[in-house]
């Protein structure tokens, strides 16, 4: 739990965040620090910028889903 954190499921469960946060563990918390470093200066840079790399990840993420998930014809699966 130190490690990766209680996640979302267990605060909203409890109705209360504790600690002030979403109790990210320690393996979170250093990417997180240089994603928010790193998108303050794309910002900065650009204000579309973050909207224009939300867009293609999420294109990304459906494309690789569309193409990974595969429908099973079998019921009972």
């Known amino acids: 739990m130190a490690a990766l954190g209680r996640g979302m499921l267990f605060i909203m469960v409890r109705g209360g965040g504790g600690g002030g946060g979403p109790g990210m563990g320690s393996l979170l918390t250093i990417p ?24 293609l990840g999420l ?19």
Request: glycine letters at 2%; a neutral charge; one cysteine or more.
């Open 32 to 55: 997180m620090i240089l994603a928010s470093l790193i998108s303050g200066y794309i910002y900065n840079f650009n204000s579309a910028y973050p909207w224009l790399l939300l867009t």
């Open 59 to 77: 294109a990304l993420c459906l494309i690789l889903t569309i193409t990974m998930v595969k429908e099973s014809k079998n019921p009972e699966l």
